[in-house]
């Protein structure tokens, strides 16, 4: 018998996985806070053996060197990859065994595409594929990016995905669990999963890079590549370097006087805080990324690569969950943190900042009253539909493009609330009168405002 345990990366929109047998087991693509990896192998009652990566990640710092280190497990990473550490080089056909007392063995399927070495591991039960990690190659209904690694190589790579795909479907049972590493929100993904799980049958008949020729594939594929996100530039070389153990003690404590003095030198004081809880009081200057939402991608995205952060968090787990997100983008130690309320951060004599939250149909009542609408939504996003007027800037180049916004009162809106919540404190910190619009895109049309498509 065998198992394969699912281990969540929720905020990225990634899963890594435990797979094994009775006494050993193999984790794959694992997280940078690899407690929760070691935490399910003691839960399992089972040694890591393996540890292996399916490509040199672009959107996450990886835990597999720290855990390969911890546990003494073989480290096998793809033979084409360039990394500065000593690791078991992996080609393609190679075997390695997992549980001998359960017949387990991993095998490695070169499955280029996504990265031009990214490699798939079919796990075999006495000889028969039963699973198969994908990392970011076939994922559950699409694939992984193929634009991530050089641009030149872009459509190239999108072929090379079409045919590994095919070599999966082709050398694997239909009843072959798929389990991939990307997929799930996150960026790496040329779209999102259709569902929590497949198998190479269920993707033959769904998945375009199956059901489609090379052609028209990839013209497809090259069609619906979105944005990708800034800090992306600084995982694949921090993944080839070798990342360090991570640190997840508790900050420095800052007091009021602190941070007014970290916000005067001009660094990043983010409050972690629900975007309601923010627009109703918070610290001058400071800026909402929540923490219950993709708190890591955006503010990785959006923060200038090095610049120190300040977070402001209601309570002391809120504050360790937020670390534990951050660490896994390569933000590894906050300058320094405070918790409570924003009465407690703010200097005593010192009004808080607020600005007013609003629905769509609050502004189809003043869209004629020459406000200022503001989009910051992707370009994909807006491309299907978008109010009539309105000024688009996406919310992850907002904090470069603040003099582009046009003067008047602001309402900036999303697709949903969250991203507006981060723009409107970017624009809130720089002085302006702004309004959030906390509410879905497709209650635009229904309150009335004009929405056009192009």
Excluded at 436 to 442: I, K, T
């Amino acid at each position: 018998m065998f198992f394969v345990d699912t281990i969540e990366v929720a905020g990225l929109g990634n899963r890594s996985y435990l797979a094994g047998g009775r006494r050993t087991a193999v984790a794959v693509d694992p997280p940078r806070d690899i407690d929760r990896v070691l935490a399910a192998a003691a839960r399992r009652g089972v040694r890591i053996s393996h540890v292996v990566e399916t490509h040199v990640h672009n959107d996450y710092v990886t835990g597999g060197l720290a855990l390969a280190r911890v546990t003494g497990a073989a480290y096998l990473v793809p033979a084409a990859a360039r990394v500065a550490y000593p690791r078991v080089p992996v080609h393609d056909g190679d075997r390695c065994e997992v549980d001998t007392t359960a017949g387990l063995t991993l095998r490695a399927l070169a499955t280029p595409g996504h990265t031009p070495h990214h490699t798939s591991y079919a796990l075999e039960e006495n000889g028969t594929a039963v699973a198969v990690f994908t990392g970011g190659s076939l994922l559950i209904g699409t694939v992984g990016r193929p634009d991530l690694v050089e641009p030149r190589l872009t459509e190239e790579l999108a072929r090379a995905q079409h045919a590994s795909a095919h070599r999966l479907a082709k050398e694997l049972p239909d009843d072959t669990a798929v389990l991939p590493t990307h997929g799930f929100g996150s960026f790496c993904s040329s779209s999102q999963a259709q569902g929590e799980s497949t198998t190479i049958g269920k993707e033959k008949t769904s998945n375009e890079a199956l059901t489609r020729d090379v052609d028209g594939f990839v013209a497809n594929l090259l069609a619906v590549l979105d944005d990708i996100p800034a800090y992306y530039a600084h995982m694949s070389p921090a993944n080839a370097a070798g990342p360090a153990p991570v640190d997840l003690t508790p900050p420095a404590v800052a007091d009021a006087e602190e941070i007014a003095a970290r916000l005067a030198a001009g660094e990043w004081v983010v409050d972690l805080r629900n975007r309601v809880a923010f627009a109703e009081g918070h610290v001058a200057g400071a800026f909402n990324f929540e923490a219950e939402g993709q708190l890591a991608t955006y503010l990785a995205w959006l923060i200038p690569w090095g610049k120190p952060v300040t977070l402001l968090a209601e309570s002391p787990e809120q504050l360790a969950a937020a670390q534990r997100e951050l660490v896994r983008v390569g933000i590894d130690r906050p300058a320094a943190a405070a918790t409570g309320q924003p009465s407690n951060w703010a200097r005593r004599g010192e009004a808080l900042a607020s600005f007013p939250r609003a629905t769509f149909a609050d502004l189809a009542k003043h869209h004629k009253d020459g406000v200022v609408v503001l989009d910051v939504r992707r370009d994909a996003e807006r491309a299907s539909g978008h109010v009539d007027g309105s000024v688009h800037i996406p919310v992850h180049t907002l904090h470069r493009r603040l003099h582009e916004v046009p003067q008047g009162q602001v309402w900036v809106h999303c697709a949903g609330g969250m991203r507006a919540a981060i723009a409107a404190s970017l624009l809130d910190a720089a002085g302006r009168d702004v309004v959030a619009v906390d509410d879905g895109f497709d209650s635009a049309e229904k309150a009335g405002l004009p929405v056009r498509t192009h």
